[in-house]
């Protein structure tokens, strides 16, 4: 169980300063067994809230209120801590452990500094006799230096004298490199005791992670399915966009494929499939050349075939020109037709059409019907236009 421990008369008149101070920021809450309102208002043992009511103690390491049931903190003792607190030390079981190996290395390096220590003083304690003596030996030369003095007890004097001087850099060196080495351990002591807090503290950092970490998890898979949306979204629309566009251009390519061409109703039809061909080819010449008045050749001309099968009816002409000025220049000149032969006065001819193009036109031919019936006066609908640009127009009957 974690024991508590002594404070010193300074660590008590400290303690009782800072509860005084904290006293006056948040009432006579914040005494053992309160729990703060803060990040550290759960008991890391069970995990449960320390209320206010709840009899619970505080770590002064990691500043944790933890309840005296979770530590194994008699109620004796919790009442004695109560009245006693700004005379002892408590910490928890996990700091209290940690608390103990810190105070063994900090009893090892307060031994080596005291002895560090010790040989200094008695470092100095010699220079300064050195020094002492090295005066008195400097006096003496100063004596006897307009004397009658031998060489030889000169040079000895001066030798002396110069050894003094070595010993004396030397002790220097030494005190030099004790006070690096006092300076050091000072340091490595406040190291040793801020890396104790650090762990504590990274392990209280690691505790929060996980808690935190479901949640954290929660709010990162809400974001990525929402973008995952927004970008589904986006795809669709671009898909939608390139149906569109695919859509566009297999009309394109339709109408241009188809450009060329245009369709003959009502021509007769007789006789085996060669005497056909041949039967039509020289009917669409002879209603260029003969009805239209055109100067067209037969190369003009590429292909002339019926369109779809067989059965009693006159099936519909197809007549694909080589080049689209042929068949404008034919399309321009079917008012002709009016004052033709009988045998081209009951064709009609028309643009071959796509299909979105033959619905836009049925659309029109069924539109001009109803308005036509509704036509009371000397007017007629009819759907005109190249194809693509059909409209809907009304035409004032001819006389």
Not at 13 to 37: I, L, M, W
Request: proline share 2%.
């Amino acid at each position: 169980m974690s024991q508590p421990v002594p404070r010193s008369k300074d660590e008590q008149k400290e303690s009782t300063a800072k509860r005084q101070s904290v006293s006056e920021e948040k009432g006579d809450d914040d005494q053992p067994g309160t729990a703060r309102q803060g990040n550290c208002n759960k008991c890391t043992v069970c995990n449960k809230t320390v209320g206010q009511k709840d009899m619970a103690l505080q770590c002064e390491i990691c500043e944790t209120w933890l309840h005296i049931k979770c530590q194994d903190v008699s109620k004796q003792m919790y009442e004695l801590l109560k009245t006693e607190g700004a005379a002892v030390h408590w910490y928890c079981k996990v700091c209290n452990k940690n608390f103990a190996k810190l105070v063994s290395l900090m009893s090892s390096i307060k031994q080596r500094q005291d002895a560090l220590e010790a040989r200094v003083d008695v470092m100095v304690s010699d220079i300064e006799s050195v020094n002492s003596s090295l005066g008195e030996v400097q006096a003496k030369m100063e004596e006897i230096r307009d004397g009658k003095l031998t060489e030889g007890l000169r040079k000895a004097i001066e030798s002396v004298v110069s050894g003094v001087k070595g010993e004396l850099a030397t002790l220097c060196g030494e005190v030099t490199t004790l006070k690096g080495q006092l300076s050091q351990t000072d340091t490595k002591l406040d190291t040793a005791i801020e890396a104790k807090l650090v762990e504590s503290l990274t392990k209280n950092a690691d505790t929060i992670k996980e808690k935190l970490e479901p949640s954290w998890t929660s709010v990162v898979a809400k974001a990525v399915d929402s973008k995952l949306g927004q970008v589904s979204g986006e795809v669709n629309k671009v898909q939608e966009t390139l149906a569109e566009v695919k859509v566009k251009a297999d009309e394109e390519r339709d109408k241009e494929s188809r450009a060329h061409n245009v369709i003959i109703y009502r021509v007769p039809e007789n006789g085996t499939r060669d005497e056909r061909v041949k039967t039509d080819k020289t009917f669409c010449m002879n209603l260029l050349k003969n009805a239209l008045r055109l100067d067209a050749q037969e190369n003009d001309i590429k292909a002339v075939f019926r369109l779809g099968k067989r059965d009693t009816g006159d099936r519909p002409m197809m007549l694909q020109f080589r080049d689209k000025m042929t068949k404008n220049s034919m399309m321009e000149s079917l008012y002709k037709l009016r004052d033709a032969d009988d045998c081209f006065k009951n064709i009609s001819v028309t643009h071959d059409l796509t299909q979105m193009e033959r619905a836009e036109c049925k659309k029109l031919v069924e539109e001009a019907k109803k308005k036509q019936q509704e036509e009371q006066g000397e007017y007629i609908w009819r759907v005109r236009g190249l194809p693509g640009q059909l409209k809907l127009l009304k035409i004032r009957k001819s006389n």
